[in-house]
RNA sequence: UGCCCGGUAGCUCAGUGGCAGAGCAGGUGACUGUUAAUCACUUGGUCGCUGGUUCGAUCCCAGCCCGGGCAGCCA
């Protein structure tokens, strides 16, 4: 016989006659002549309760269905008489596949999540824990359909990589040279042309170079990948290794960028609406009661657009004491931008036009901008709760601008030949963005900790299971 | 990396300078339909580690380890 899903199950209009469960027992309830069992299979949130009579052959081994077993149960699909769910099924046969002593780890209680995230190998058995990976697969899915629908191209942009001075932070050194006893050259330095690819490399901090090179050959295309930061960064918000997707656009401005921005991420929430509701509800009810109204909002309202320079006036004529002063020039700190989008306008706001001198070399410098008040057209979408979700910016695509860029940040052009090439030979007005997926999943189900809405977290100093 | 908070039973926590506590989980029994079932009884401890103060430290002090929050870096 076929086994059948618990989705499929509770979702059925008819009895069944015959039905075929597999999964893990949540809870099991006991009378005297019978037992309830709650036995999900993680295809949905909401398990199946199992009625097991006493007179049932093995009625003797239910004994051992405790919490975290993994059961098999056939019997019929029935209209459940008790309150709180639809269906039952009315065990015909049940055999233990797997027993789950009282040792088992998680409970029938809740339990918190510094507690679940030791046990990284059970808590995807968890509600909030499956809740939280079928949207994460659901919301991959949507990131590659939103994107082929725009006939975008999806691109492999390599994990190990050369280039040294992507800009976006502390990289990760790959190399299969002893690092007790390396190689060493006359000068005593560790020798690198002796290392696997005969020069030092990295884990990648981002595709975006890459992507920026099949842009300018296939127009539209995005990337989805692992990243990595060799940050010591100890938030909520960080994670070592983390998943971002980063579509490039040839023949696009700013204003187009900002654009796609604003749409992506009202379509990622309106794809988890549809198709996770039941998710969603759990999450509204039991992680954040204010996310569906959060979610709502996010997707009534249009996105404020603001410069950096009216922002740092709208910081400056607030009356606020800030802890960091606001001042051209000058990152805005955390607090400015909870400011801003959680105070002033109330609403998600994208940030745009920063100072040439605190971004990164790539960013195109904004046409017209005072000499002391130089610009480039960088965008950063910030929205309540989270703060920055994406970054991005319209490129340098003039190879004079460019090479200025570079020699303010003291870059070494040779390094950069090829990046440089795509200005040499059919360069375009070019743009992008980054969106962190994690941080997406985070404002979508309210799960306030990065670490819990990655299957297995990298921090510094944990890199477990 | 800096500042702050915490570490007591499998889990969540209370507590005290003088024999270590509760709820849940586990075990035993009861119960004719439960929903984190209920009721009774019950097993269970390196009080994070090391050192110091003290007649005596889980408690006070120092260092270390681990976890969390905030900030910076960013997505």
Known sequence: MQRTLIKDANARTEPLDAILLQGWVRTRRDAKAFSFIELNDGSTLKGIQVVADAT???????QKAHTGASIEVRGKLVPSQGQGQKWEVVAASFTILGEADATYPLQKKGHTLEFLREIAHLRPRSNLFGAVFRVRSRLAFAVHQFFQAKHFCYVHTPIVTASDAE??????RVTTLDVGKPPRDEHGEVDSTKDFFGKKTFLTVSGQLEAEIFATALSNVYTFGPTFRAENSN???????FWMIEPEMAFCDLYGDMELAEEFVKYLIRDAKEHCAADLEFFS???????????????????VRCSYTEAVEILTQSGKAWEHPVAWGSNLQAEHERFLTEEHFKCPVTLYNYPRAIKAFYM?????????????????????????????????????????GMALHHLDEKA???????????TVPHAGFGLGFERMLMFVTGVSN?????????TPGTADF
């Open 235 to 241: 938030t909520s918000r960080h994670a070592a290794e």
């Open 56 to 62: 049932l052959p093995d009625y003797a081994h239910i």
């Open 416 to 426: 950069y030949w090829w990046y440089l090439d795509l200005r040499r030979y059919g």
């Open 450 to 458: 990065i670490r819990d809405v990655i299957p297995f977290a990298r």
């Open 364 to 404: 195109r410098k904004t046409d017209g901008c005072a000499p002391d008040r130089q610009t480039v057209a960088a965008m950063d979408l910030l929205v309540p709760g989270i703060g920055e979700i994406i970054g991005g910016s319209q490129r340098e695509e003039r190879l004079t601008e460019l090479r200025e």
């Open 167 to 172: 800009g976006a932070g502390d990289m990760f």
């Open 285 to 303: 009810k039991f992680v954040d009661k204010e996310l569906m109204a959060r979610l709502d909002f996010v997707l009534d309202k249009k996105f």
